[in-house]
């Protein structure tokens, strides 16, 4: 974006808060979520079988921050009751949570469904919808059968197959009540940064070939689902199927690098464009990157693996809405010899590109640097490349250090970033249409284990009870969904 670009945006976001039009628009619905791996707890109960995150963390304690593991977390397998009234007292119109593939499928196929764990999520469910809250389910956040893994995983391409069987089972079980569902979250996550440096489950580190396997297996699992939906089960449910993309908002450090902001944007939109864009396929930009770079590595084809023609029909408009996490920006420059590669792994390697905060953004924790108007400037950005389709902000949230109920940055990250969600609907006319902040409760946060709290309600992990007390961000959050309005 341009700088008079921004301008606009910065006068635009002031008017709007000196007067009273803060409205959101009247089916603009507010959610929360979590994720199986980081709640649930109950790693071995019954027949589940472990996952990736369980063998990873039990294996490589090192690779976690207090080194921790999510054998217990907030327990919701045993606690989902509190979780559904937190949601309701919050007043949520929908909560989004994940399955645990291993729970459902312990031998990760779908010779055998657990009794236990369809059972898990048919009362978490029901308890939701008794309490008017809808349902909306991710299929894969993360953690993988470990036996599914040891067959290689997302590398294997027959991961479509295994991903779509599983699929099959979800929607069988709970189609009838399930209406919003995503395949994978986070792609970036599961294959570029899990791939890169293998600091994510498996650990595996394959910079240059495993992240690009993965890339494409996962599109055509993605795919693969979305099929299934539509032939097996859209007539009888008439459901919603999408993918949840996480984008950084990139912005060129100065001006000369402008080209290779749009490099590392269209990079951003890997798993975009074969979904959405008109042609299908790669960000053409990106495939001829990558090839080029290849072919001068002395490979006999490109890293990144083509897909057919065929292929590209098949991933083709697979999906009914555009899923977006969103939480942080950078200025894109290109990098030098003394620059350290940190996250976000965007291509920093790839792209030889150094992905940093402006100093002037507020530094949160770690990685997270706030700057509200980039969630608007994405938005428009997804709707420039893609036209007008649904978007749902799949997650937004703030972490902490600190437990603290008095959480005042929190609030006012919620308060910034939500006020740009409803100018890039009301004055931008971006078809946004739900928002669901990130996290209902604290919870393991991957390589940061318990030290990095997203909650806007509080999780003791010291108490055996994991005693949840909401925040003054779920207070504040409340409030905004019952007035729909900032
Ligand atoms: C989301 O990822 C996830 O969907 C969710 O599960 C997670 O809890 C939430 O965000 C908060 O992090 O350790 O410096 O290398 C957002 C993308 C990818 C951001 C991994 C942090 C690791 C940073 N995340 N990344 S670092």
Redesign the pocket.
Known sequence: MRASNILVFVISALTLSSCSGRKFPPGFKFGAAT?AY?VEGAWNVSDKSPSIWDTFTHDHPEQILDGSNGDVACDSYHLWEQDIQLAKDLGLHFYRFSLSWPRLLPNGFANHISEDGSRYYNNLIDGLIANGIEPMITLF??DLPQNLQDLGGMTNPLIAEWFGAYSRVAYTLFGDRVKTWSTF??PL?ICD?AYEGG??APGIASPETGIYLCAKNLMIAHATSYRIYNEEFRAKYNGKVGIVN?HVWFTPYSSEYEELTHLTRDLGFLYSHPIYSETGGWPPSVEAFVASKSEKEGYSTSRLPKFTAEEIEFVKGTADYYGF?Y?TSRLVREANNSTVF???SNGNAELNVELIPDPNWDAGL??LVSYPPGIRAQLNLIREYYGNVEIIIT?N?F?TSTDELDDVTRTQYFRDHLEQVLLANTEDGVNVTGYTA??LID?Y????GYTSR?GIVRVDFTDPLRSRTPRASAEYYADVIRHHSL
């Open positions: 994720a980081q956040h993360w979250n986070e996550a940064v600091k994510l996480h996490n939480y940190a996250w976000p770690d990685w997650e949230g972490s990130w996290s919870n946060e991957w390589n940061s997203f």
